[in-house]
């Protein structure tokens, strides 16, 4: 089996590479499994539509931005984007962290950080708040309106983060 989340490009390896049979196993080659070949050519193919990404996993209570497989800051304006943009998120979700992804622990191939090299447009990972990658069932409604407020607040954040604003004229998705 492989982590799909793990079959993405990165131009670092990874020092402890998993093996065929971990969880975290990323496959022979990037791309190497039809899921990831199919939605990287839907993303490439889709890519002047598409104003952002967001990637949803059970685990930490926190929203991360690039990069999660070095800690190097990313330059141009983007390091203070993304702060701006977690911290948008972090407003309507509650007590979420917020940082680089690599300050929850070091990742290569994953997702977000493939979607914002290749793309340039905001990459975020959510992680709900859960225990060892599960939610309890008791906390699946506040868990699903933090997610509902993330996705609009996301929308609007992006807005700002590609350069544009809202305004009554471009109204975000959540207006």
């Known amino acids: ?19 065929k049979g971990d969880e975290t196993y990323p496959g022979p080659s990037t791309f190497s499994e039809p899921e990831t ?5 839907f993303l490439i193919s889709k890519h002047n539509e598409i104003q952002g ?10 929203v991360l931005y690039a990069y999660a497989d070095n800690k190097e ?23 979420y962290k917020t940082g680089p ?11 977000p950080d493939y979607a914002f090299r290749a793309f340039r447009k905001p990459a975020l990972t959510i992680e709900i708040v859960g225990d060892y990658f599960i939610a309890d069932a008791s906390t699946i409604q506040t868990r699903g309106l933090e997610v509902y407020k993330a996705i609009n607040q996301f929308a609007k954040e992006t807005t700002v983060f590609n350069g544009g604003d809202v305004t009554p004229d471009k109204p975000s998705c959540g207006d």
């Not at 799909?4 to 990874?14: A, K, V």
């Not at 800051?73 to 007590?95: C, H, N, T, Y």
């Not at 992804?101 to 997702?111: E, M, N, Q």
Request: charged residues 20%; aromatic residues 14%.
């Open 1 to 19: 089996e492989v982590d799909l989340n793990r079959n993405w490009p990165t131009f670092y390896n990874d020092p402890k590479r998993p093996t």
């Open 37 to 41: 070949a199919g939605i990287n050519d």
């Open 53 to 62: 990404f967001l990637d949803i996993h059970s685990w930490a209570g926190s």
């Open 73 to 95: 800051p990313i330059g141009d304006g983007f390091d203070e984007k993304f702060e701006v943009l977690a911290r948008g998120l972090q407003s309507v979700m509650g007590e």
């Open 101 to 111: 992804a690599h300050t929850l622990y070091s990742s290569y191939g994953v997702f």
